[in-house]
């Protein structure tokens, strides 16, 4: 069965640096989502993505956080100078249409902003 | 804002028992999806069951069911005859296209199942 795949399961860096959070969607749907889950928290939605564009993104998605589809199969999330409170889970979503179609999620990236 | 309950942190079941899980939401909208979502230990998010606003019909997956209460905007999930495989965070999640689409989660149940 397909899914979604995200690299890595887990990531450590210090403050102030631009991580890079990959995913794979899967092969046939067209949109994308990141969300996120701080320790102890609810899972928030930051971004989606379509054809190559952002469709819509939530107040946590300011300008240190960029997405991309940089080839026909990957979709990626950075984050350009982490803060300690960017620690959290990541979870990479994705969809076959954007409306009224169920959301299929990665198994998200843990980092760790020391 | 769209907001959804999940009012109960912790459950746990005996295995091969039936076990509710809660889960209430707030919304202005008429057309809408909800969801539940299970996070094993492993983290991957995996659907469990969809439900549209507008079926009256309750879903149903194998041994997962549904009761929507529309008017009561309750949405509780049913696990019958359930199975150490279960134990997990289970999320219940809320989307409407007048919303932006984008999934609203609560804060999940942990459900453990004892042997």
Known sequence: EPEVTQTPSHQVTQM???????????????????YRQILGQKVEFLVSFYN???????EIFDDQFSVERPDGSNFTLKIRSTK????AMYFCASSARMYQ???????GTRLLVL | AQTVTQSQPEMSVQEAETVTLSCTYDTSENNYYLFWYKQPPSRQMILVIRQEAYKQQNAT?????????????????????????????????????????KLVFGAGTILRVKS
């Open chain 1, 84 to 87: 300690l409170e960017d620690s």
């Open chain 1, 52 to 58: 190559n564009e952002i469709s819509e993104k939530s």
């Open chain 2, 61 to 101: 997956e194998n041994r997962f069911s549904v009761n929507f209460q529309k008017a009561a905007k309750s949405f509780s999930l049913k696990i019958s005859d359930s199975q150490l495989g279960d134990t997990a965070m289970y999320f219940c999640a809320f989307m409407s296209m007048e919303y932006g689409n």
């Open chain 1, 101 to 107: 179609e169920t959301q299929y999620f990665g198994p």
């Open chain 1, 16 to 34: 102030g640096q631009e991580v890079i959070l990959r995913c794979v969607p899967i092969s046939n749907h067209l949109y994308f989502y990141w």
